[in-house]
């Protein structure tokens, strides 16, 4: 390599350091500003749970995630090398700490134990961010067979795909990492609504939904289930039918899952969705309210469907399911592609 390369190949690691550095120091703040909340509440003896709901939704949702990223890049890399190889071990024993405590929380049920326990994850992250960055970091970007804006890359890739594909039994991966963040999600959930939010319960279980539904559909029917439940403690909204009808005769699909098992409803309808072409329609019906339904859509396709409906029960649902015309699905697109090239 020659020095012009060399230094180009410096520079370049020093500003992926500093871009993981700010994003551990983002990531001990938003943890660190949860647990604050949490001690707070407890201590003006106000409703602990949604401060509590919160920092275990900032955990799955971001550090866990993160975490899991870091194991099957930065770990892989680092515990390779025979100095760092220990460290690597107390740091993926400190990421199952944070799991288990993260679970704890979520299930505390007194304001005293969910004040310890946001403590105790507050100590532990804030321990760990600290060794990530003075001890592993470091000696990466340090390494000459180390490519450090290589390993980000796949970081990247793996906390934003929610780790679609189930983790290889690499000696360093989490157990079945998944199903931790998907119950740690709707542990979340249940406490948000038991806080009086439930809309925001309903939408933090959609979006696990979405994340898993198809790579793991075992764990998206145990989000379907919870769903169904926390949609109970949503705010009630009175129903507008839609004055649109279909037409005489018209080309509009039926699709009526009554008859199909609760398990096999919602990929019918999401493959339905999914074969329409822009501007058309298909008329679900259905033997029960549909709004948790209703929640997939936003968190899977939001901005890109339409729902009207048709008839509100008491037996008989019926809602009309759209896929909008094509310029608003091109003014999307061009919306989605400035917000990827604005990262």
């Given amino acids: 390599m020659t020095a012009t390369a060399t230094a180009k190949a410096t520079a370049t690691d020093t500003g992926v350091l500093e871009a993981m550095l700010a994003h551990h120091e983002a990531l001990a703040d938003g943890v660190a500003r949860r647990v604050v909340a949490v001690r707070v509440a407890a201590e003006r003896h106000d409703r602990y749970e949604t401060a509590a ?15 899991m990223a870091e194991e099957h890049t930065l770990y892989q890399a680092a515990a390779a090398r025979r100095d760092l190889a220990d460290t690597v071990a107390g740091m993926v024993d400190e990421h199952r700490t ?58 990247h890739r793996l906390t934003e795909a929610g780790q679609d594909e189930t983790p290889v039994d690499d000696g360093l991966a989490t157990p079945d990492a998944e199903a931790v963040l998907v119950r740690l ?25 979405a994340a898993v539904r198809l790579a793991r559909p075992e764990l998206a029917v145990q ?26 005769g018209g080309a509009e699909a039926v699709l009526d899952v009554r008859a199909l098992v609760p398990a096999q409803r919602h990929e019918k309808i999401f493959a339905t969705y999914g074969a329409l072409v822009p501007g058309t329609a298909f008329v679900l019906v259905n033997d029960h309210d549909p709004k948790p339904l209703r929640y997939q859509f936003e968190a899977e396709h939001q901005g890109t ?28 697109d061009g919306a989605e592609v400035a917000a990827t090239l604005g990262r």
Wanted: glycine share 8%; aromatic share 4%.
């Fill in 223 to 248: 989000v379907t289930a919870g769903l169904h439940r926390l949609v109970r403690s949503a705010t009630s909204e009175p129903v507008t039918l839609s004055a649109r009808r279909p037409e005489p």
């Fill in 305 to 332: 469907f339409t729902w009207d409906v048709l008839e509100a029960g008491p037996t008989v649902w019926r809602v009309r399911i759209g896929r909008p015309a094509q310029q608003l699905r091109a003014a999307t």
């Fill in 185 to 209: 999600l709707l542990g979340a959930a249940d406490q948000l609504a038991d806080a009086g939010h439930g809309d925001a319960a309903c939408r933090l279980a959609a979006e696990a939904w």
């Fill in 53 to 67: 709901a919160e920092l275990v939704a900032y955990l799955a949702t971001e550090v866990l995630p993160h975490a």
């Fill in 98 to 155: 944070l799991t288990a405590l993260a679970e704890r929380l979520a299930t505390a049920d007194e304001a005293a134990a969910a004040s310890g326990g946001a403590e105790a994850i507050g100590v532990l992250f804030a321990g760990h961010v600290a060794r990530e960055n003075e001890l592993i970091l470091p000696a990466l970007a340090a390494d000459a067979e180390v490519d450090l804006a290589g390993l980000l890359v796949q970081m």
